[in-house]
């Protein structure tokens, strides 16, 4: 156990809709961040956020969206869903001195039927 | 970010030493070498972290020449459960706010054969 939790761990939606992701980071981790990873290809970097703030975006559609709250869990949110967005959604957490020993959750499954 | 370059996959099979190499010619003096490890529907995992010459947990070794341009996960007397794939990251992670991205790479695919 990586001490990430992401919710849920399955979704299964429509094209059109919208769907919100949610990661709790590791205790004491200000950093969070989020991946795609789609089926048998890489880890896609989206989006990085560091004590509630933007750190860096990656490769995040303008559909897709994210924020990290005060208590500095996160959610990615996905809206006008496309057969496209099925992936599989990770979620990782690094300790305040920026290690990249990061620590990643078990995912969550999205498809989109 | 410094680039990194793996080999795409690699086969072995139980019992030997699989070496994976990593290029990372555009290293900066700040940044030091990180493995993970997938498996199929998992998030990634930290193997081991090094900065220079040689580092060894209880996993793997890496092993990094004086020049540090590249770098090289080894494990030793794979089994079957090492079918995975591992990914070499180069990052600083002294800077504050955690800024170094993880960008990961295409990654290793590693099958260990009976």
């Known amino acids: 156990d990586s001490g990430v939790t992401q919710t849920p761990k399955h979704l299964i939606t429509a094209t059109g809709q919208r769907v919100t992701l949610r990661c709790s980071p590791r205790?004491?981790?200000?950093?969070v961040y989020w991946y795609q990873q789609s089926l048998d290809q890489g880890l896609q970097f989206l989006i990085q956020y560091y004590n509630g703030e933007e750190r860096a975006k990656g490769n995040i559609l303008e559909r897709f969206s994210a924020q990290q709250f005060p208590d500095l869990h996160s959610e990615l949110n996905l809206s006008s869903l496309e057969l496209g967005d099925s992936a599989l959604y990770f979620c990782a957490s690094s300790p305040p001195r920026g290690n990249t020993e990061a620590f990643f959750g078990q995912g969550t499954r999205l498809t989109v039927v | 970010l410094a680039k990194t370059t793996q080999p795409i996959s690699m086969d072995s099979y139980e019992g030997q030493e699989v070496n994976i190499t990593c290029s990372h010619n555009?290293?900066?003096?700040?940044?030091?070498i990180t493995w993970y490890q997938q498996f199929p529907s998992q998030g990634p995992r930290f193997i081991i972290q090094?900065?220079?010459t040689k580092v060894t947990n209880e996993v793997a070794s890496l092993f990094i020449p004086a020049d540090r341009k590249s770098s090289t996960l080894s494990l030793p007397r794979v089994s079957l459960s090492d079918t995975a794939v591992y990914y070499c990251?180069?990052?600083?992670?002294?800077?504050?706010?955690?800024?170094?991205?993880?960008?990961f790479g295409a990654g290793t695919r590693l099958a260990v054969h009976p």
């Open positions: 090094g900065y220079k």
């Open positions: 990251l180069v990052g600083d992670p002294m800077f504050s706010g955690g800024y170094n991205k993880l960008i």
């Open positions: 555009n290293i900066a003096t700040n940044d030091y």
């Open positions: 205790s004491g981790d200000l950093s």
